[in-house]
């Protein structure tokens, strides 16, 4: 009953690098998000994904981009790493959004340097 | 801009006395209200839903809601340490969207 898995969970990047933070559920949820969290920020959405096919920028997407590959995965993907970009990730999904509540991931600390 | 406030604390309760957590939120069309727990280091996990006026009862937990004092409160009875956590409301408005608060650290005192 694994929920939702998010993988790494810690990362460090030199500032300039790329990677992408891995994301999937086994729940068959439609809706699926990014949100970042920073201290005193609370969380903050990144992009989501609706239905499988779609996707939305959130309330801070630059410097991001996503994919949402099939109903299962969405995957986050920072292009050139910034110090601003330190911050705890996490993935959530829900089958009916406002309806269930979301499950969220584990979450990725990421620090940029 | 829509908002969700919430007191960031930290509020300190005695254990086995009720915790009050309180959140206002500014779209008065908004539908539905969540209540999360996040411990230290740890994702955030849903606690109580809530979608009309009035309380729901969950155990310990009491979700409150008054739409029209734009106003949903939690309720833990009998507190115990393992309640320490960040608590954090959850409103979705009219738009669909859900907008967090940031949370209010409870901190039960042995």
């Known amino acids: 009953n694994a929920g939702v898995t998010q993988t790494p969970k810690f990362q460090v990047l030199k500032t300039g690098q790329s990677m992408t933070l891995q994301c999937a559920q086994d729940?068959?949820?439609?809706?699926m998000y990014w949100y970042r969290q920073d201290p005193g920020m609370g969380l903050r959405l990144i992009y989501y994904?609706?239905?499988?096919?779609?996707?939305d920028k959130g309330e801070v997407p630059n410097g991001y981009n996503v994919s949402r590959l099939n109903k299962r995965e969405f995957s986050l993907r920072l292009e050139s790493a910034a110090p601003s970009q330190t911050s705890v990730y996490f993935c959530a999904s829900t089958q009916v959004e406002g309806v269930n509540g979301y499950t969220f991931g584990s979450g990725t600390r990421l620090t940029v340097v | 801009q829509k908002e969700v406030e919430q007191n960031s604390g930290p509020l300190s309760v005695p254990e086995g006395a009720i915790a009050s957590l309180n959140c206002t939120y500014s779209?008065?069309?908004?539908?539905?209200f969540f209540w999360y727990r996040q411990y230290s280091g740890k994702s955030p996990e849903l606690i109580m839903s809530?979608?009309?006026?009035g309380d729901k009862e969950d155990g310990r937990f009491t979700a409150q809601l008054n739409k029209a004092s734009q106003y949903v409160s939690l309720l833990i009875r009998d507190s115990q340490p393992s309640d320490s956590a960040t608590y954090l409301c959850a409103v979705m408005s009219r738009d669909d969207k859900i907008i967090f608060g940031k949370g209010t650290r409870l901190h039960i005192l042995p």
């Open positions: 779209d008065r069309g908004s539908q539905s």
């Open positions: 729940m068959n949820h439609n809706s």
């Open positions: 994904s609706a239905s499988e096919g779609t996707t």
């Open positions: 809530i979608y009309s006026n």
